[in-house]
């Protein structure tokens, strides 16, 4: 049967590098179109900033309630109208996982991101609204990175890559060497996956406990609307479960109630919203 979505994939022209399906956590398909090498993933690289918050919250660095302001060092606040550091002090962080800050520009530009992050009059005091942008997800790795007193791919490599498998991937950072944190990670196929399989697991993975079953139930469940569904903490989420997304055909589908989860990557600009109809078209007849 999985030979059949293979087959669909070739045969509509869908620029997909792999596919993989686990169930019951177990991976029982595997198909690459493309070579095995690591691509892109865009903003699924969202999701592993909102990981290293998870791992933060468990050792006690830092929580979802505290504000902006207060993670950030005092020396990034100079200079800010009072206005603006009054609201920035009583942002919680939750507010840039569940991105329900409007008024950020899609991605953070000039010559120090964070200082433009801070002054581009986004609605720091404002009520909760769906606003999907790159900046929040920049200032939670920010916020994070000042919390635990490293660099978050310092932080991440032995909590989370090496428990994973995962070698030290390639990622981005800001103009002053931070943590990007909304994207330019790359990977392969079933290095993406293995995030996945963790939250699909309740935080563990090869039987070691990595995140806490609070930090997960929270992530991946609705923590607010959107017209998609809804939003967890970097994690889309509909009726079905949660998925790590990226542009372009980068997504890591997630069913914790049928316990099967499929993960695609690729390089489909205008044809992405085809290929997962195609998936959950397909999953739906299984």
Not at 171 to 188: E, H, I, W
Not at 202 to 213: A, K, M, N, T, W
Not at 235 to 250: L, P, Y
Request: include cysteine.
């Amino acid at each position: 049967m999985f030979e059949r979505l293979a087959w669909e994939i070739e045969t509509r022209g869908l620029e997909v590098y792999g596919i993989e399906v686990f169930e019951k956590g177990k991976i029982v398909y595997r198909r690459q179109f493309a070579p095995d090498a690591r691509y892109p993933i865009y903003s699924a690289t969202k999701s592993f900033t909102s990981t290293a918050v998870g791992l933060a919250v468990q050792e006690g660095k830092l929580s979802v309630e505290d504000s902006l302001g207060g993670l950030l060092p005092g020396k990034y606040m100079q200079g800010l109208p009072e206005e603006v550091k009054s609201a920035v002090d009583h942002l919680p962080l939750g507010r840039l996982l569940t991105m329900s800050v409007p008024g950020f520009p899609f991605r953070p530009e000039g010559e120090d991101w964070l200082r433009q992050a801070l002054t581009c009059g986004a609605g720091f005091d404002s009520e909760e609204v769906f606003s999907y942008s790159n900046v929040p997800a920049y200032l939670a790795g920010v916020a994070v990175s000042e919390a635990v007193g490293e660099h978050l791919m310092e932080y991440l490599t032995p909590r989370l890559f090496a428990p994973l498998g995962i070698e030290r991937p390639e990622y981005a950072d800001d103009p002053q060497g931070r943590f990007y944190g909304a994207t330019g990670m790359k990977l392969t196929v079933d290095e993406l996956s293995r995030l996945g399989q963790l939250y699909m697991q309740g935080g563990v993975f090869d039987g070691q406990r990595l995140l806490s079953e609070d930090w997960v139930r929270a992530a991946i469940s609705r923590q607010i609307a959107n017209k998609e569904g809804g939003y967890g903490y970097f994690f889309w989420v509909d009726a079905d479960g949660f998925s790590i997304s990226g542009k372009w055909g980068q997504k890591c589908l997630c069913c914790p109630a049928r316990q099967r989860m499929i993960t695609w990557m690729g390089n489909m600009p205008e044809r992405s919203g085809e290929m997962l109809r195609l998936v959950r078209e397909w999953m739906g007849k299984q």
